[in-house]
């Protein structure tokens, strides 16, 4: 711990295990859940697409439409309550 002037600076070490327990693969409704959990979320497509491999916008224009689709069937409920 380290003090400078009235504010307390303090550094945790954290260990990390060499060996990660084993995950079983996602299955394609998972990866594609995922990604368009990542899009509703509003994370930007080209960040996306560095996380999940995609190379090219056309592979992931499918995702992105499916989130439209969601934000337009989201904003006619929203409508429907005014």
């Given at each position: ?46 960040i996306v697409m560095k996380w999940t ?30």
């Open positions: 711990m380290r003090f400078r002037g009235i504010i307390v600076l303090s550094c945790l070490l954290f260990t990390i295990p060499l060996s990660l327990p084993a995950q079983r693969p996602m299955t394609l409704e998972e990866a594609i859940g995922t990604v368009v959990n990542a899009l509703s979320l509003g994370i930007p497509p080209n491999g995609h190379s090219d916008y056309s592979s992931m224009k499918p995702y992105i439409d499916i989130v439209d689709d969601i934000k337009a069937t989201s904003m006619t409920k929203f409508n429907g309550l005014i």
